[in-house]
């Protein structure tokens, strides 16, 4: 897994590349730490080149939101979602916790 | 029959989902079939090394596959602590962010995107977990 985060001026932007697993997900949510530990708390991620995601991306995902809505300082968003990943998504029943954008530039936006 | 073995390690947990990945596509299924085979593996090895080995080990997972004329046959066997399936509860799908537990996801995908799933607790040989996915048509 590769992880690029992009600093914009209302949103991080946080493109993953590869898997998200076991292994892999701990990187992904001390990403996510590392950002709101400067006090950034609304993020797009990018999940278009993301090839498989397991129950641990998953919960690196929810944990992220939960961190981001907490006190409505923020809000993680899902662009470009592919369909295997966005019936991940459903099959554990978090796709209500999220938007889904179909491209990055609606996603930032959204912010 | 197909086999790998491997340690109880995350990193190999690629490794195992491409070996997945090509015994399905040679079994003849279709994309969304062979990630719902490689995501059951996936949780399953992820729980094997969690919690049969309690984290990494050089303990192996040993993963074999068998292509019949109308079924995928997944087994799995490891040599770490059992546990009662029926003790792990089934997640509850929440309306509100902050109710949402942690756990249990891996089993429940597994019953989930396999048509069977079966564990055997065998003192001094192991623990085997067979799944089994159907050809579609």
């Not at chain 2, 990945?21 to 090895?45: L, N």
Request: overall charge negative; glycine content about 8%; proline content about 4%.
């Amino acid at each position: 897994m590769e992880i690029t985060t992009s600093q914009y001026k209302r949103c991080d932007l946080i493109k993953i590349t590869g898997r998200i697993d076991s292994s892999t997900a701990p990187q992904l949510a001390q990403k996510f730490n590392a950002i709101n530990e400067e006090g950034r708390f609304k993020f797009v991620c990018d999940m278009s080149e993301v090839e498989y995601i397991s129950s641990s991306g998953l919960w690196v995902l929810i944990n992220a939101q939960k961190t981001s809505k907490r006190y409505n300082r923020g809000e993680v968003v899902l662009a470009c979602v592919p369909t295997k990943i966005k019936s991940a998504l459903d099959l554990a029943g978090f796709v209500p916790f999220f938007k889904f954008f179909d491209d990055i530039v609606s996603a930032v936006g959204n912010f | 029959m197909d086999t790998v073995i491997v340690p109880g390690r995350f990193e190999n947990l690629e490794k195992i989902s491409k070996f997945v990945k090509d015994v399905s596509w040679s079994a003849g299924f279709d994309e969304m079939g062979i990630y719902a085979i490689q995501t059951a593996v996936d949780e399953a090895c992820s729980n094997i090394i969690d919690h049969a080995y309690g984290g990494e080990s050089s303990e192996v997972i040993e993963l074999n596959c068998i292509n019949t004329k109308n079924a995928l046959k997944i087994i799995l066997r490891d040599h770490g602590k059992p546990f009662i399936p029926e003790s792990i509860p089934i997640p509850v799908k929440h309306t509100r962010l902050k109710d949402i537990k942690e756990g249990g996801l891996g089993l429940y995908f597994m019953h989930q995107l396999m048509d069977e799933v079966y564990f055997e607790f065998s003192p001094g040989i192991g623990n085997t977990l067979t799944m089994i996915k159907h050809k579609p048509g």
